[in-house]
């Protein structure tokens, strides 16, 4: 299975090779997939489940787990068992966790095999996870490059962008060296550019599949901006084949703000399509609250493929409401309510959000009895 498989990437896609965490196919063509990262602590099992299905139902494809000590190896065999998403395991320098992680049965490592240290235990940890098909993430942050690398760059002899390409193919060529080859890579600089260039040099040397982010981009208000343009870039360059946005925030407004790019961009059916104008001194609601609550009506009920046209006044109000599934416009001090052009109620404001939930309702249950008459 793969996400919304009926989508038809329009932007040219590099030829990487697949590899499957769970049952999501990443590379070679398929679709781009959500991930995110659990906040909890990973041996706090509840906490950390419900974050996973928070996530799942706010349209994540595979989650990331931490797994700092023993404790969280024993919570991961708990959480595998119950977690709707498939589950990567974040391993960082101790190779008996990463060996315990494919024993419990986890989907995907994100491991660097170059801070393991210990020849034979790599060659175990690569063993384990070929004979599962379960695939590796080797990445790169600009901001922990090794003292060599950082040296290079000091004295002007590479760039940052080349440096990193050169400290992913490290751990590449580790794993390789171990006859494995369940490869992502991932490179993640905190700017846009940097990381732009640095995914289009190693497009040029490697067809192993790119997991992308503009990595700690912050709080969502300056993040969301800087991970939303980053993005956009590396998705048009047909270079991102998996995405994980990096908030400082609740998973799940990374997940929102990842499909979000990607709905924007026409890879994945439409959630929900708000058009809504800017206001003026000529609007006749509130038209700012009023988009706020349809939005939050819209999460509610989880709805996919309605557009909703919330407009201030009769100028352009009545022209989209026409071309929405449900428009509301401002009216001689009412709110108008259209359903598919055609006016359906003119209420107060104060009646405005029970009204348009009985449409939203209606809509949704006509919608899903075409569905079953197809
Ligand atoms: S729809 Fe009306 S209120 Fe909204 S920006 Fe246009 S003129 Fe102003």
Redesign the pocket.
């Known amino acids: 299975m793969t996400p919304d498989s009926e989508i038809v990437c329009h932007f040219p896609r590099r030829k990487t090779k697949p590899v499957y965490v769970g049952r999501v196919k990443i590379g070679d063509g398929a679709p781009i997939s959500v991930q995110s990262m659990t906040k909890t602590f990973t041996h706090d099992v509840a906490g950390t489940l419900n974050q996973i299905r928070l996530l799942a139902q706010a349209g994540c494809d595979i989650v990331r787990v931490a797994v700092p000590d023993r404790e969280s190896v024993i919570a991961l065999k708990q959480i595998l068992r119950e977690s709707p998403l498939p589950v990567v395991a974040d391993i960082h320098f101790d190779p008996q966790l990463a060996l315990m992680s494919i024993d419990a049965g986890v989907q995907g490592l994100r491991l660097n095999p170059g801070t393991i240290g210990n020849r034979q235990k790599i060659a175990e940890i690569a063993a384990a996870a070929g004979e599962r098909r379960i695939p590796i993430r080797v990445g790169v942050n600009s901001g922990s490059l090794r003292r060599h690398l950082m040296r290079e760059i000091e004295e002007g002899r590479l760039s940052l962008p080349e440096a990193m390409v050169l400290s992913a193919e490290e751990q590449i060529h580790i794993l390789e060296d171990n006859g494995f080859d369940l490869i992502k890579v991932s490179l993640k600089a905190h700017d846009v550019l940097t990381t732009l260039q640095a995914h289009r040099l190693m497009a040029e040397r490697c067809s192993y599949p790119f997991h992308c982010g503009i990595t700690e981009s912050g709080p969502p208000e300056y993040g969301s901006i800087k991970s939303a343009v980053g993005l956009a870039l590396l998705i048009s360059e047909g270079l991102a084949d998996t995405v994980r946005v990096s908030l400082t925030a609740e998973p799940v407004e990374e997940v929102r703000l990842a499909l979000s790019v990607l709905e924007s961009m026409g890879l994945r059916v439409q959630a929900r399509n708000i058009i809504s ?8 609601i509130d ?1 700012v609250q009023w988009v706020y609550k349809v939005e939050k009506v819209l999460q509610e009920h989880n709805v996919k493929n309605i557009t909703v046209a919330v ?7 009545p022209g989209e409401a026409r071309d929405a599934d449900i428009g509301i416009t ?1 009216s001689a001090g009412k709110a108008v309510i259209f359903r598919h052009g055609k006016v359906v109620a003119t209420v107060p404001e104060e009646e405005l959000i029970p009204t348009f939930v009985k449409e939203l309702q209606q809509l949704i249950s006509s919608k899903s009895a075409q569905t079953e008459r197809k």
């Open positions: 104008c800017p206001t003026c001194a000529r609007r006749e038209v407009m201030g006044c009769v100028v352009n109000g401002g």
